[in-house]
């Protein structure tokens, strides 16, 4: 009952906003982790690039590609964002009994990190995009292909199994407890909206680029999402300390958020060739 009053229309959207600005970083951090890792590889192999916010560019002949160029320029990303992911999941650990904010950005800076792997994997296979290239290059056979997509799926599954505790946790920084009367409320807020809000602010920062992972990551995503929903859902009530809670603004992160979005949308605006 002590909760029932913070149920309203304002603090659903404060926790909304919050949420979707945690996403949307998160999702621009592994976006240029990646990014500039691939310029970086690719400058190791004294190839010609260009990059701006949204695209890297290899002006190089096709002989130029060897296996091993190509299986590092592609793979090292994925390979970094999977430990940035274990990383961030250490610390949403290390703050778990606190109510901090900061909390909602390593939730879906991990979920974001083990959707690009495992998702990347999954989709990037199947369409031959992205880290699928390396696939093409190993010439694996369909076997092969069909046992790397499986991994990505488990992979996806793997990652919604562990991160449902996490999901349902997050709810300690507004709430004394989650229970079937505020979970339809919390989860709508703090999952649901910002998914929906947050892949449209970002599909609208890459426009008119958009590339194949920003295009198609959604909807892995998505599928970690119902299943940690559907699990949470099925969870007794979780009850935290009996510290007043307060739901607002987290400056933080919205300003952090919208640094990052017109930053780098404005200083990479233009091809930079190196």
Avoid: C
């Amino acid at each position: 009952m002590k909760n029932d009053f913070k149920l309203t229309k304002e603090n659903f959207w404060i926790i909304a906003i919050n949420s979707t600005s945690a996403y949307v970083l998160a999702f621009l951090f592994i976006f240029y982790i990646n990014h500039f890792v691939k310029i970086l590889i690719a400058l190791s192999y004294r190839y010609e690039v260009g990059f701006d916010w949204s695209i890297v560019s290899y002006y190089i002949e096709a002989p130029e590609w060897t296996h091993d160029s190509v299986t590092l320029i592609f793979a090292s990303g994925p390979i970094l964002i999977f430990i940035v992911g274990l990383i961030s999941l250490i610390a949403f650990w290390s703050l778990v009994e606190e109510p901090a904010r900061l909390k909602t950005f390593f939730m879906w800076l991990t979920l974001h990190s083990f959707n690009l792997v495992f998702g990347g994997l999954l989709i990037g296979n199947l369409f031959k995009k992205g880290v699928g290239h390396v696939f093409n290059w190993m010439y694996l056979t369909d076997t092969s292909k069909m046992i790397v997509s499986l991994l990505g799926f488990v992979g996806l599954l793997g990652t919604a199994y562990i991160m449902s505790k996490p999901v349902a946790i997050s709810a300690n920084s507004y709430f004394n407890q989650l229970d079937k009367k505020n979970f339809p409320f919390f989860i709508t807020a703090q999952i649901i909206v910002p998914f929906f809000f947050g892949t449209i602010i970002y599909l609208l920062f890459f426009i008119p680029e958009v590339q194949f992972q920003e295009t198609f990551s959604w909807i892995s995503l998505l599928m970690i999402i119902l299943f940690i929903i559907g699990r949470v859902n099925r969870m007794e009530t979780l009850y935290f300390d009996e510290d007043d809670r307060f739901i607002n603004i987290s400056p933080i992160i919205v300003i952090t958020s919208l640094i990052v979005i017109i930053s780098f949308r404005i200083l990479l605006r233009n091809e930079i060739l190196i």
